[in-house]
């Protein structure tokens, strides 16, 4: 029997979602509703089923009618992609009326409604499965897989420097993420990728967390504006006269392929701007905005590892550094990611040819190159791998462990929760002292020797 999902926010990255169901797994999975606050966007993704996936029209709710839409179309699972504020709502909501979850991360935006969703799993015995879909990109898995084996031995800290370019870091900044209201900011919508990794790769759990971090690039009052000859500037590009000369200018009207029409930047935004005054475009140098562009972290772990981490969202290539140093040796995990802004027809986080490397440096010995293995496919070709876990009716056995629940949901947030605690207050923060009754997160086990 087919597996009956609705899907609550179907904005960008919601549509990955939609053609699982209709097109990649049509024979498991059936999708009976959508559900958001504007109008315009369902009306769009409708018209993407029937045009693109030769469906018929799900029947379509505003976001005041989703206990409507639960009773009338009695699914099994809701997805939630929604703004990360309002994920918690639905979350929380779909479990009370029976139903299992797929969230995208983070799986909310702070430590109040992380713990609303831990006590009602536990109550109604619901699933939230949180999709993080970076632990299922091949190159990642193999790190995970030979720290595993133990190459380095036990680990004991962890250097990982993260870079957001000119092109998909700055995107943060116009969207509705420069808000921390909306994302939690930085630390947490977009570092939930990377504390879950180390998490993940080391099969450990944050314990204390202490940060650094301020707005030094983007927005206004820093001169940056000025800098780059942009005085003047509007608070959108669509109406700005600094668009000939601005390199962040994002141009909402510009015209995609046909493959692309149903989810283009003009398409999803400009043209259903009118359904909830949202504005895609606001300009990187704008006024209201209050996350960080420039952060730094140390992080001490239940196994006894410490990790030091950077995130900037301004430099000139996208991707990570990543070193493990153990009891055996250190290996180096590099990766550079594909140019791209959300919604513009690109693949997202697609890892580059020749750009990613894993280098061993055993004790004592000399050091060696691992073969990488081959990534195809958004978020280091680990889009794909999730989607056939989450909607084949008969999945693989996976040694990885790489499925999140609400514990692992909740491990990859709070690292950046604390985070945010800890630039406003100066002092580290534990994350015992954020949430309580969390559940065990599982884990693999691992060779230290």
Not at 97 to 121: F, N, S, W, Y
């Amino acid at each position: 029997m087919k597996k009956r999902y609705v899907q609550v926010g179907v904005g960008g990255r919601s549509e990955m979602y939609t053609k699982a169901i209709l097109q990649t797994f049509p024979k498991e999975s059936e999708l009976v509703g959508l559900c958001d606050n504007n109008r315009g966007r369902m009306e769009l993704r409708n018209r993407l089923i029937v045009g693109k996936y030769k469906g018929r029209p799900v029947p379509m709710y505003s976001d005041t009618e989703f206990d409507r839409m639960i009773h009338a179309q009695k699914p099994d699972v809701v997805i939630v992609t929604t703004r990360d504020c309002f994920h918690d709502r639905y979350i929380i909501r779909a479990m009370e009326l029976g139903c299992d979850v797929i969230t995208e991360k983070p799986m909310t935006t702070d430590e109040k409604k992380c713990q609303r969703i831990i006590d009602t799993a536990r109550r109604t015995g619901c699933r939230v499965r949180v999709t993080f879909n970076y632990r299922y990109s091949p190159p990642r898995t193999q790190v995970k897989d030979l720290l595993m084996r133990g190459v380095i031995g036990k680990v004991l800290s962890v250097d990982f420097s993260w870079l957001l370019n000119t092109s998909h870091g700055a995107d943060y900044f116009r969207r509705w993420h420069r808000e921390k209201k909306n994302s939690g900011g930085l630390m947490v919508h977009k570092a939930t990728h990377h504390f879950d990794l180390v998490n993940w790769w080391l099969s450990a759990s944050p314990v204390e967390v202490f940060a650094m971090g301020a707005r030094r690039f983007y927005g206004a009052g820093n001169g940056m504006a000025e800098k780059l000859g942009l005085k003047g500037h509007a608070e959108r590009c669509l109406i700005c006269r600094c668009q000939k000369r601005c390199k962040f200018y994002l141009d909402l009207k510009k015209k995609v392929c046909l493959e692309n029409m149903y989810s283009g930047l003009k398409a999803m935004y400009l043209d259903c701007e009118r359904y909830d005054g949202y504005f895609r475009d606001r300009c990187v140098f704008g006024k209201t905005m209050d996350i960080e562009d420039t952060m730094n972290l140390v992080v001490r772990y239940n196994t006894g590892a410490f990790m030091s981490y950077s995130l900037n969202a301004f430099t000139p290539w996208e991707g990570y550094q990543v070193a493990f140093n153990g009891t055996r040796g250190r290996l180096e995990h590099d990766c550079v990611e594909s140019v791209y802004i959300s919604g513009d027809g690109r693949v997202q986080g697609e890892t580059i040819p020749n750009g990613t490397k894993i280098r061993l440096y055993p004790h004592f010995k000399p050091a060696r190159n691992i073969a990488v293995a081959v990534a195809k496919g958004g978020h280091g070709g680990g889009d794909y791998p999730l989607l056939a876990d989450i909607f084949s009716s008969h999945p693989h056995r996976d040694p990885y462990m790489r499925t999140a629940d609400v514990a692992g949901g909740a491990m990859s947030i709070l690292t950046g929760v604390a985070a945010n605690k800890s630039m406003r207050t100066g002092r580290p923060v534990r994350i015992a002292s954020l949430v309580k009754r969390l559940p065990t997160v599982k884990m693999t086990s691992m060779k230290e020797w």
